[in-house]
């Protein structure tokens, strides 16, 4: 397991309050994008694609500790862009862990060596290294050569210093099994704390859009990887055994944005971290406001192929919560990599997609111009 008991039993109390009160929707994992701007221009990513004075914007300390304030989740994923680029991220990290939050700070590991004496180990600190396999796969995914030896050593130079550090990793629909677990293999090697695994979400605006998985494709990919890891036991993830058993289609889950609510520099993001359909200024109105019902798997064609753990994971682990002896047994016997998929969810009266984005950057720009064109540069 790539996560500490400690960890598992207080997030477990968390979320069995919430259970218990009656409490319907709860966040589990803040996703923050304290800035856009990034290092990289990945092939299979949209979020760069933005005007200088988007991506010359950031969120502030101030900015950042309201949002973990509003929404209460235990856990924060700071993500971006890159946030390393960020001048003040350092106290931003000291500012969560005060607040006595787990904090996973996500980077291409570009800058990692040039920025980590500005950081401390911390058992709720983790660094999270972006690896979409091995240096083939990854350099590939990244659109830059080199990238790979980069993180690596990254990874080293960390666990050198006494950090927790895990990878996340995104595969796309090139993934080859095999392949996919020795790459497995070789990180677990290198000492890694966990891994964080998806398949690769369809970004509207992402350069490369014949890259990404559809759901049939997805879950035979995961359980071709995972009936060579002994049902996924013999990794550390860093996500639940119920999140696995999803994507090897074992269940048909639908998603819970809510469960990891985003904030970005447009403000907080309707409905979740991979769509950008709307913004407001606090949590509690992205809660109220929201048309949950309008989103997910069978409701919204961009929903359609989505399997990625910001929209699952937080269902899978609710569902550990209400059935814990399935959970356990499928703990203990690892991930079934054979055998009958569950029935997915429909997609036949799902509405159809809107392009928002040209809408989205007019939204802000007028804001920003509103404001007197208040934008930090860093």
Not at 18 to 39: A, Q
Not at 161 to 190: H, Q, Y
Not at 272 to 296: A, F, I, N, P, R
């Amino acid at each position: 397991m790539g996560i500490p008991m400690s960890q598992v039993a207080r997030i477990g109390a968390y979320i069995v309050g919430k259970e218990l009160s009656g409490v319907k929707r709860y966040p589990l994992v803040l996703m923050l994008e304290p800035l856009f701007r990034c290092n990289l221009a990945c092939k299979g990513c949209g979020k760069i694609d933005y005007p200088d004075s988007i991506l010359n914007q950031r969120l502030s300390y101030d900015q950042c500790m309201a949002a973990i304030d509003e929404c209460g989740a235990p856990v924060i994923s700071i993500a971006g862009g890159e946030p390393l680029l960020h001048r003040d991220m350092p106290k931003i990290v000291r500012g969560f862990l005060d607040r006595k939050k787990y904090v996973i700070l996500c980077t291409n590991a570009l800058l990692l060596k040039k920025k980590i004496d500005d950081y401390k180990p911390h058992d709720g600190f983790t660094w999270s290294i972006h690896l979409d396999g091995d240096l083939g796969m990854h350099d590939k995914a990244v659109s830059q050569d080199g990238v790979y030896e980069v993180a690596v050593e990254a990874i080293k130079l960390a666990k050198s210093r006494g950090f927790r550090v895990s990878i996340n990793c995104t595969l796309f629909n090139d993934a080859d099994p095999e392949r996919s677990a020795r790459f497995f293999d070789s990180v677990t090697a290198l000492g890694i704390d966990g891994i964080t695994v998806s398949p690769g979400y369809s970004y509207e605006r992402a350069p490369d859009q014949e890259s990404f998985l559809n759901r049939t494709r997805t879950k035979e990919l995961f359980r071709g990887i995972l009936s060579r890891g002994n049902g996924g036991k013999k990794w550390p993830f860093s996500q639940s055994t119920a999140f696995l058993n999803f994507l090897a289609g074992n269940e048909a889950y639908a998603c819970t944005p809510w469960g990891n609510p985003t904030r970005t520099v447009f403000g907080w993001q309707k409905p979740c971290y991979l769509l950008g359909e709307g913004y407001v200024d606090t949590y509690q109105e992205l809660m109220d406001s929201t048309e949950w019902d309008q989103y997910g798997v069978g409701n919204y064609e961009k929903c359609q192929d989505c399997m990625v753990h910001s929209g699952f994971e937080a269902t899978a682990v609710s569902d550990t919560v209400r059935h814990p002896i399935k959970a356990a047994m499928v703990f203990m016997k690892g991930v079934r990599t054979d055998g009958p998929m569950a029935q997915d969810i429909s997609l036949e009266n799902q509405r159809r997609a809107k392009d928002v984005f040209s809408l989205n950057v007019d939204q802000q720009l007028g804001r920003m111009k509103k404001a007197g064109n208040r934008v930090e540069v860093h």
